[in-house]
């Protein structure tokens, strides 16, 4: 026992030591020192997080708020061309301090499309009024329309009372949100093309002249990420790369603090959101989102987990023409994802789960789409990719049975069935006719009898 033991203990370290090298090591946190700013990192692709820090704390957003209203307005707005109404109560209900361009009430010749830009480019307070004024009865029933929507994309904790995000009134105090939420509300705003375009422009110098302006100056969007140039570097294995900002929208009050939501996409095509709130000191909110982007960038990359045409599982396909029922299901497009950046980390913890219907009959025709395969990262879908057929499999004849001497089919069930009637109904026939003739021929004897063989008594 004393020699086995040292050679237990050496296996039982050298396992040991084996299984801390194998696990992936874990990027290290952003570096955002503030405590008390709330921030969420997302996976634009599949809506995983991959850094937040007190996601779900409520808070006001400011103009972020503009993000909801303009998507309610794309939505459900119809005619960018739409001309837009100028209200008095529109131009002036825009808080204490609050953003604007000096839009005046009766201005005519402004339509739906102007006052996205201004809203979402230069942030103006009196567009998201007017685009609410225009798109619903009232103010407040386009502001029921945005928190139903936002109920619909999962921001269950935000609750808004106006489409501007002022929030220096008493009849404000109920506007908030949270990083959690508006990170899911930015991330469905950018699968809207008209949104994606605006926010991504530097300078809006489409304002039209009206009956109140000549001319407008140009608007220089308040993301100060698009400004002169939107690349930034960040490094991945000691290479240096470039991410793009595509966009987004910027936010400030007193009470809300300096906000940020932005969209920014790396050279290998993965794309992430960024949403830094509640910054409570000035100039840090870019500082901090810069951080919140380099560490997406530069610990996780989209990854190819699989390509089109790749087989995933054959089957067996029922009434197939033939032994020829072996069928190859394939996936029907490439799926990447974004991934940890380290040394054969794609595929690693990632789960195929299949959804294929229990039976298959034929025919099945090549590209038909047989099942699902998605794939599971720590319990979430990351993706899904169609499995369809690789060929075409025919179905059977019909199966036949022969009769007794092997000469040919058995008629049809309902054809015996009449034969066998019309034999029978036959056969009675005859039968029936037989017996009215013998009962025919005895009344005609006794009748003969009694005629000409009565006897003396007759």
């Not at 946190?29 to 700013?37: A, G, L, N, V």
């Not at 837009?84 to 131009?91: G, L, W």
């Not at 789960?353 to 034929?362: E, M, S």
């Not at 092997?406 to 009637?421: A, I, N, Q």
Request: net charge negative; charged share 25%; hydrophobic share 40%.
């Amino acid at each position: 026992m004393k020699k086995r033991f040292p050679k237990l203990l050496y296996l039982f370290i050298i396992t040991i030591l084996s299984f801390t090298l194998a696990v992936p090591v874990c990027a290290k946190s952003p570096d955002i020192p503030d405590e008390e700013t709330c921030y969420v990192l997302m996976d634009a692709k599949t809506g995983r997080i991959f850094a937040e820090q007190n996601a779900d704390k409520q808070i006001r957003p400011a103009s972020l708020t503009k993000i909801l209203t303009a998507i309610v307005a794309l939505e459900n707005g119809g005619d960018l061309q739409q001309e837009m109404k100028v209200s008095q109560e529109a131009v002036y209900d825009i808080g204490k301090g609050g953003m604007n361009i000096g839009i005046m009430a009766g201005e005519t010749g402004l339509t739906l499309e102007n006052m996205l830009n201004v809203m979402l480019i230069k942030s103006a307070n009196e567009a998201a009024n007017i685009i609410a004024e225009n798109l619903a009865p009232t103010r407040k029933d386009y502001v029921e329309m945005m928190n139903r929507r936002a109920k619909e994309l999962g921001a269950v904790n935000t609750y808004y009372v106006n489409p501007s995000g002022k929030d220096t009134e008493k009849e404000d105090a109920d506007h908030f949100t949270t990083a959690r939420d508006m990170a899911i509300m930015a991330r469905h705003a950018m699968t809207i093309p008209e949104f994606r375009k605006i926010v991504a422009t530097e300078y809006y110098e489409d304002m039209p002249a009206t009956n109140k302006h000549d001319k407008w100056d140009p608007l220089r969007n308040t993301n100060k990420f698009l400004w002169y140039d939107n690349t930034y570097t960040y490094t991945v294995n000691g290479k240096e790369c470039e991410y793009t900002v595509t966009g987004m929208k910027t936010g400030y009050t007193a009470a809300a603090g300096n906000n940020l939501v932005i969209s920014a996409t790396g050279e290998d095509g993965m794309e992430l959101i960024a949403v830094v709130m509640h910054v409570m000191t000035a100039n840090k909110v870019y500082g901090y989102t810069s951080e919140l982007l380099r560490y997406g960038f530069e610990n996780y990359s989209m990854q190819k987990l699989t390509d089109a045409g790749n087989v995933i599982k054959s089957i067996i396909v029922e009434e197939a023409a033939g032994d020829d029922n072996i069928l190859d299901l394939v996936t029907g497009s490439d799926f990447s994802a974004a991934l940890p950046v380290q040394s054969g980390a794609a595929g690693n913890d990632i789960e195929a789960r299949l959804d294929i219907p229990n039976v298959i009959k034929a025919p099945v025709r090549k590209g038909d789409v047989i099942g699902t395969v998605e794939y599971i990262s720590d319990g979430n879908v990351i993706g899904k990719v169609d499995l369809i057929a690789s060929r075409t499999i025919s179905k059977a004849p019909a199966a036949t049975v022969r009769d007794t001497d092997g000469e040919g089919p058995d008629p049809e069930p309902h054809y015996s069935y009449t034969v066998l009637g019309i034999l029978l109904a036959a056969s009675g026939f005859v039968l029936l006719r037989t017996i009215l003739k013998k009962i025919s021929r005895k009344v005609k004897k006794k009748k003969y009898e009694y005629r000409y063989y009565r006897g003396p008594n007759s």
